[in-house]
């Protein structure tokens, strides 16, 4: 992500979804170095991984693994990360933003191949489940600095501003960065987040994609019927849409918190809980879940020529202000723009 000049470091995970055992994969690289001809170890595990280019293992924890164990390999796949070169801000803020990448590619259609030369929409959905467990991970319990670094870091949704010589300390920082769309993202791990925010989170999302759009296209008449603010808001829509759906997904049936001035760590240590145990209880029924993100988002998102109807097939009409005025709130969102200014 380059900003003003200044390069902020993050990775990205791609994954053709396929499953080793830590040991055998020891194994494995262990004979290899010894053969007449070695093997490093990413270069024989490219090999067993559909010679799609490999360089970390993504731990995954099952209902028979214990935490130590857990922990000892979350801790290697970080090392790991540290060997292959530098990235920014804490291993929570990473992980949220490699989910918002994979999301986002999904949403564009974008091709998950053109890096590692393997993985597809279908295999890389399936991270979501271990890399939300990662996060968790990360997060630790509301008593760690991580924990309350991450929820401090979620105030109320506003867009990016536009700024036209911004400060070093702005063009920095990393609020240009973590957007509404990290926002969305980042909420999985903090559901009564959602639950308060996501309204604004949305008109902030399409705020920021309707940013350059016209605001009407000739002959349309609106922008819920505009083909250019259609091709700028789509992968905003569409990847609040998803998010939307794993949060049923992971939070199905989270009871909604009282609200309070601070932070209910007991009420959200109960739903990590809960999301963690509905991860690992049934994993075969979760990664079905997440491969039909992939086929609502080719067969019922995809097709959508217009906003209305995108916002409409994605299920996001209560979700929009005014509810069910979708032109209402797309003009709304583009006057929200309007109202940013320049920051100085």
Known sequence: LD??????????????????????????????????????????????????????????????????????????????????????????????????????????????????????????????????????????????????????????????????????????????????????????WFPERWRDERQGILRCMVAAALRGAPDKEEGSGSLGESAAALEACRTAVVCFALVKRLHALFHQGAPAEEKKKGPDTTAWTKQAESAQARITADEVKMLAACEELVAVNEEELAPCESLSELLDAAELLQDITPQGDTEGFLQSAAAFNAGIGVAT
Not at 62 to 81: G, V
Not at 124 to 146: E, F, W
Not at 165 to 179: C, F, I, T
């Open 3 to 188: 900003l003003a000049g200044r390069w902020e470091r993050c990775f990205v995970t791609v994954s053709n979804m396929t499953v080793v055992h830590y040991s055998c994969h020891t194994h494995a690289s262990r004979a290899e170095r010894g053969m007449k001809v070695p093997r490093q170890e990413w270069e024989g595990a490219s090999l067993r991984n559909q010679s799609t280019k490999c360089n970390n293992l993504l731990p995954m924890r099952s209902a028979r693994s214990p935490a130590h164990m857990f922990s000892e390999y979350a801790e290697r796949y970080w090392a790991t990360l540290s060997q292959l070169g530098r990235h920014e801000g804490s291993r929570f803020r990473m992980v949220v933003h490699d989910v918002r990448l994979l999301l986002l590619r999904l949403a564009a259609g974008v091709s998950f191949a053109s890096d590692s030369g393997g993985g597809s929409p279908l295999s890389n959905i399936k991270l979501l489940p271990y890399m939300v467990q990662m996060g968790y991970y990360c997060l630790g319990d509301p008593s760690t600095t991580a924990w309350r670094h991450a929820h401090a870091a979620l105030g109320p949704a506003r867009p990016r501003p536009q700024t036209s010589s911004p400060s070093p300390e702005r063009a920095h920082g990393p609020a240009l960065v973590d957007g509404a769309d990290f926002q969305c993202v980042a909420s999985l």
